[in-house]
């Protein structure tokens, strides 16, 4: 689903097959409530945490990692699916750089502290 106009209750967004929101790994201290509206949220590592330095490998990341990863750009819609801006930065780096490899354009959900929301944002590669 990709955003056609803002109005006062978030994106209106285009009918379309379902949208996920991928999140790199579950987070316990933060709400994600709000992004449910843009789709289902999926996790590209379920039981997965951040990137501790003793899994580090010839300054890459774990192989299984790098497997969820590419499950989720394998599996990923560019013109419905966001990436949620939460959880290991490491890991949404890489993503992103891997989304941006791979499909010209993909979305992704920020928070704003001002509405306490998510709002989506176009990245174009």
Request: negative net charge.
């Amino acid at each position: 689903m990709k955003p056609t106009a803002i109005v006062n209750s978030g994106p209106v967004l285009d009918t379309g097959p379902p949208s996920r929101v991928w999140m790199i790994h579950p987070v316990a201290n933060i709400n994600i409530t709000d992004a449910r509206r843009f789709g289902t949220i999926c996790y590209v590592s379920p039981q997965g945490d951040y990137l501790f330095g003793d899994e580090v490998e010839d300054l890459a990341i774990p192989e299984f990692k790098r497997r969820e990863m590419q499950f989720c750009v394998d599996e990923w819609n560019p013109d419905n699916d966001f990436l949620l801006l939460a959880g290991d930065h490491a890991q949404l780096i890489i993503l992103g750089a891997m989304l941006a490899k791979r499909y010209s354009r993909f979305y992704m959900l920020r928070f704003d502290r001002n509405t306490r929301g998510y709002f989506p944002l176009r990245v174009d590669a």
